[in-house]
């Protein structure tokens, strides 16, 4: 199978920075999709932003001009740099990926996920 294992998350004053990252490994012939969400308390998971395999990338209107998506894909991480931290940036933080394992003469596309990791803004 494919794990996705995060790095990065904690606690920092409002208008600081963090830096996230997703490393995958496992049965993987290439990955389409990779993306961030998070998930605060009482709330529902969303999407904070997603890069294809081209490097096209996509934000909630909410992290615009403030994160930044990035993958290198010979290592199969995808980042999340986020910078002038805001307290409802708060939550869990969840990497997801839309990996391709090939099995013989067939391909499976399967959507994975990540731990999760914690990130606390203070304001």
């Known amino acids: 199978q494919v794990q996705l294992v995060e790095s990065g998350g904690g606690l920092v004053q409002a208008g600081g920075s963090l830096g996230l990252s997703c490393a995958a490994s496992?049965?993987?012939?290439?990955?389409?999709?990779m993306g961030w969400y998070r998930q605060a308390p009482g709330k529902q998971r969303e999407l904070v932003a997603t890069?294809?395999?081209?490097?096209?990338?996509n934000y909630l209107d909410s992290v615009k001009g403030r994160f930044t998506i990035s993958r290198d894909n010979a290592k199969n991480t995808v980042y999340l740099q986020m910078n002038s931290l805001k307290p409802d940036d708060s939550g869990v933080y969840y990497c997801?990926?839309?990996?391709?394992?090939?099995?013989?003469?067939?391909?499976?596309?399967?959507?994975?996920w990540g731990q999760g990791t914690q990130v606390t803004v203070s304001g």
């Open positions: 496992g049965r993987i012939f290439s990955i389409n999709a």
């Open positions: 890069i294809t395999s081209g490097g096209s990338a």
């Open positions: 997801n990926a839309r990996v391709i394992s090939r099995y013989g003469s067939n391909d499976n596309l399967n959507t994975y």
